[in-house]
């Protein structure tokens, strides 16, 4: 694997132009890098839905045809990275569905860890899924509100655990909503020309001409429409459990997350690895391209000179966000390559974001040996991962990650470097603006802000209905 580490979905909404589509496609092409295996947008011409999905990165799906044809006054959109649910196109989003309240688009980046049980629950009163994502379950749980209650959406996230930031599209208009926890990202914008959007990162606003306007808090639901924007609360927030991997790796260096500037916060991770791991050598390189941001503070702080010597092929794409072991390892040997005369007899410090399993980190490593480096030093700007993720982070199994069965030393052993180290917990979060108790640690720490049930699988909501595609 080119990167071991697997969110997470972008979602973005817009209410109001006669373009929405163009603008919805331009923001998700923004989003890329949250995800590669599907994309969609939903748009709304004040009295009906309609919505184009499809596999494969965001120029794939869609084309001016399919787009112009997409004609609304709102739409949303969805990059997909599957963590509930394989790879396939029944899978894309945002989900469309009809029910007695009217129509409803759907897009989810997080993880429900009670998905499976409000499926069962609902399958034994005889409704029918066609998807194996978690996110189908929260239009059943909307449509089973419809008639009883006043706040049929309100209602509704009420039965969900886990992490979800939504965007829903109706005919009037546009709800986005953040879990309780503010696990994921979510902030509210607005565009140069007056209309409302919201979106996973920042950096899909500027792509637009938007500016950020505030986050959309935990617990909150923010209606976009004709008559402005509206919010209301569903749920008291609770303490933060910000995921504190969009800063180490997930989002984009020109975002602004969690109310800190990730590049920012990248810099100064890697000035303070250079201060909990000094060591003598000739430059440090980056691990293209996440690394990058660490190893120029790195530099800085230890001032030893930077080079770039490994230059990345632009066309591989993001590789680490496909969905099988053998794509991701063919990727990674055409993705990645080592400069000789950058690294041939060179003490390297070589700064990454993380390594989780470790099996593509120690290819790695073995180009640079390959290229003629004397010494290799990797330093981590993040703590060992040694814990399962169940909140929108695909490792739910402790058993693949290399840093719950080894120590760091037999980790260095595995990867066949002179020496390693990790940035540590304190170090990390001391790198972000917010108090360390509003962030989520726990494929750190093992310290879960809920109850999880710790055999759940990606895959769970198809073992049966879907074992013929597995």
Not at 235 to 264: K, L, R
Request: hydrophobic content about 35%; some cysteine.
């Amino acid at each position: 694997m080119a990167r071991e580490a697997k969110d997470k979905c972008g979602v973005f909404g817009v209410w109001g132009p006669s373009d929405s589509a163009h603008r919805v496609y331009t923001a998700l092409f923004a989003q890329q890098h949250r995800g590669q295996e599907s994309a969609g947008i939903a748009v709304s011409n004040g009295s009906r839905l309609g919505a184009h999905v499809g596999m494969g990165l965001v120029p794939e799906v869609f084309n001016e045809t399919i787009l112009d044809k997409l004609a609304g006054n709102a739409g949303i959109g969805h990059n997909r990275y599957s963590t509930t649910g394989s790879s396939r196109a029944c899978n894309a989003q945002p989900l469309l569905e009809e029910y007695i309240g009217g129509q409803v688009a759907v897009a989810h980046n997080g993880n429900l860890v009670n998905a499976a049980r409000l499926r069962r629950d609902y399958e034994t009163r005889g409704h029918i899924f066609h998807t194996s994502t978690d996110t189908e379950v929260i239009t059943h749980l909307l449509a089973s509100h419809h008639l009883s209650k006043d706040d049929p959406l309100a209602e509704s996230l009420l039965h969900l655990q886990g992490a979800y930031s939504l965007v829903f599209l109706f005919a009037d208009r546009i709800e986005a909503v953040r879990d309780p926890w503010g696990w994921r990202p979510l902030v509210l914008g607005k565009t140069d020309d007056g209309y409302d959007c919201v979106a996973s990162e920042t950096v899909a606003l500027d792509a637009i001409g938007a500016t950020m306007v505030r986050e959309v808090l935990p617990g909150e639901i923010v209606t976009l429409s004709d008559n402005g924007v509206s919010t209301r609360r569903f749920a008291e927030s609770q303490v933060p459990a910000h995921c504190i991997f969009e800063h180490v790796y997930f989002a984009n260096p020109s975002s602004s997350v969690f109310g800190d500037t990730v590049q920012i916060v990248r810099e100064r991770l890697g000035e303070v690895l250079a201060r909990e791991a000094p060591v003598e050598a000739d430059c440090v390189i980056p691990m293209p391209d996440s690394g990058r941001s660490a190893a120029l503070g790195y530099a800085r702080a230890s001032e030893i000179p930077y080079r770039e010597g490994i230059v990345p092929n632009r066309y591989v794409g993001r590789t680490f966000i496909r969905p099988t072991q053998k794509q991701r390892d063919t990727a990674v040997q055409i993705k990645l390559n080592a400069v000789p005369d950058v690294v041939s007899g060179k003490r390297l410090i070589v700064v990454d974001d993380s390594i989780v399993r470790g099996t593509t980190t120690r290819g790695k490593m073995a180009q640079l040996r390959r290229a003629g480096a004397k010494e290799i030093h990797l330093r981590i700007s993040c703590p060992p991962i040694r814990h399962a993720c169940y909140f929108g982070v695909d490792f739910p199994d402790p058993s693949q990650l290399i840093a719950n069965q080894r120590s760091v030393e037999e980790i260095r052993d595995f990867l066949a470097v002179d020496s390693l180290h990790f940035l540590s917990l304190e170090g990390m979060l001391g790198c972000v603006s917010r108090p360390p108790g509003e962030y989520c640690t726990a494929c750190f720490s093992g310290d879960y802000r809920i109850s999880v049930d710790k055999q759940v699988n990606k895959l769970d909501l198809e073992r049966n209905q879907y074992k013929m595609f597995t």
